[in-house]
């Protein structure tokens, strides 16, 4: 049974919310994020001394009539960002939970709306083996946005994906203009560390969001079971094995996984990013309004 949270009651839940991205982000002119340099907005932000080759018609003459001195008024600036969203499409975000596939599918789509909403530019990047497709390229503006949703819901999610190869090789990556949000579950053999440095290394605002299934979070097998790599692709693979589950080795899953998590939550520490960890299970709703607001990124 297929699942999906994209609906209209789904997207007008959104409709208060806002992207908190960094002040000092460069982004393009014309949109609503306001930014700490000076720019061409209605709104009065402070004053300073005329020098030689400034636009005259800013100077202030009240200013000059009470102190013969020539003032600027300087303005406010706001900015559009880029927001870039990466969606792992591997197996294992779909293979034994159709749920975790809607889920990702539904961060990346309301961050999405998200953007448009508040006059950002979005792009959705899905990353296959090692190349990152964008079908849709740059959307800005709600029909735009709403045409490129039904292509989030009909992917296919197959095979390994090479999350440095595709993010380090995409195009428009951008410089110093929005916020790369990469949706994973970050089971992957390959290094996507390299990613992140090479997003800060291109000064973006950085993102992570890793889904994970319920039995992934508390797994309730027990006895004899046959494990499958959902991406190996091969019955053969020296990764599948079979084993007898018992109460200590969910223990000690349990441990790995959160000294898992807590690696990654770290090197994101260190690399200035944001990083949240959330289970299929759980509302959508409870991402968005609880742990996004939580690391700063919702508003």
Request: charged fraction near 25%.
């Amino acid at each position: 049974m297929k699942v999906s949270y994209l609906n209209d009651e789904f997207f007008s839940r959104l409709e208060t919310l806002a992207l908190n991205l960094r002040a000092n982000l460069a982004g393009y002119f014309g949109g609503k994020h306001l930014v700490k340099t000076y720019g061409q907005t209605v709104e009065f932000a402070d004053y300073r001394e005329y020098m030689l080759g400034d636009d005259i018609r800013r100077i202030d003459w009240n200013l000059y009539s009470r102190f013969e001195k020539y003032f600027l008024k300087l303005f406010t600036d706001e900015r559009q960002m880029h927001v870039q969203i990466f969606l792992d499409c591997s197996a294992s975000m779909q293979k034994e939970s159709p749920q975790k596939a809607a889920y990702a599918i539904g961060v990346a789509a309301a961050l999405g709306f998200l953007a448009v909403h508040n006059m950002d530019k979005v792009s959705f990047n899905l990353i296959k083996k090692d190349k990152a497709e964008n079908n849709n390229g740059m959307i800005v503006g709600k029909t735009t946005f709403f045409k490129a949703i039904s292509d989030l819901e009909n992917i296919e999610f197959a095979d390994e994906a090479d999350l440095a190869a595709a993010i380090t090789s995409s195009q428009n990556t951008g410089t110093n203009d929005g916020l790369t949000v990469i949706i994973s579950d970050f089971f992957s053999e390959n290094d996507w560390k390299k990613a992140i440095d090479f997003l800060t290394y291109k000064r973006r605002q950085v993102l992570l969001v890793q889904v994970l299934s319920l039995d992934e979070v508390d797994p309730s097998y027990s006895g004899r079971v046959h494990m499958i790599d959902a991406e190996s692709g091969d019955i053969a693979d020296s990764r599948n094995m079979r084993i007898r589950i018992t109460p200590s080795m969910q223990e000690a899953y349990q441990e790995a996984l959160k000294d898992y998590i807590a690696d990654i939550k770290q090197f994101c520490v260190s690399r200035g990013a944001d990083f949240i960890s959330v289970s299929s299970d759980q509302p959508i709703e409870k991402v968005l309004f609880g742990e996004l607001f939580k690391v700063g990124i919702m508003e």
